[in-house]
Nanobody, 124 residues
Framework: QIKLVESGGGLVQAGDSLRLSCAAS????????VAWFRRRSEKRRELVSY????????YYGDSAKGRFTISMDDAKNTVYLQMNSLKVEDTALYYC?????????????????WGQGTQVTVSP
């Protein structure tokens, strides 16, 4: 099974930026859908964004539109989530997931591997 490791979380102030990374244990992103999810305290899991390869299609949830950017560096087996203008309500555990071929399942839950997450805390 592919191992995903997230990094880049931390404690920041509102308005700051962070870049999260999702690194895969093998070269697996060449044909895949990689998503970022988050879970805020006592909230349901939320799909933040995803990117598909090799076509580069991206999706952003309402909370991410205009502030977050997802990108993929296939050579480094890494997907990034650049988060700008962070808000207190962005505080959550962020984790990534990968859907391998054949893809096409529900992007809310159809993934083959999940990471453990990285905590993002945004203070006022």
């Amino acid at each position: 099974q592919i191992k995903l490791v997230e990094s880049g979380g931390g404690l920041v102030q509102a308005g700051d930026s962070l870049r999260l990374s999702c690194a895969a244990s093998t070269r697996t992103f060449t044909a895949s859908r990689v998503a970022w999810f988050r879970r805020r305290s006592e909230k349901r899991r939320e799909l933040v964004s995803y990117i598909t390869a090799p076509d580069g299609t991206t999706y952003y949830g309402d909370s991410a539109k205009g502030r977050f950017t997802i990108s993929m560096d296939d050579a480094k087996n890494t997907v990034y989530l650049q988060m700008n203008s962070l808000k207190v309500e962005d505080t959550a555990l962020y984790y990534c997931a990968v859907d391998l071929p054949p893809m096409g399942g529900n992007p809310l839950f159809s993934y083959d591997s999940w990471g453990q997450g990285t905590q993002v805390t945004v203070s006022p």
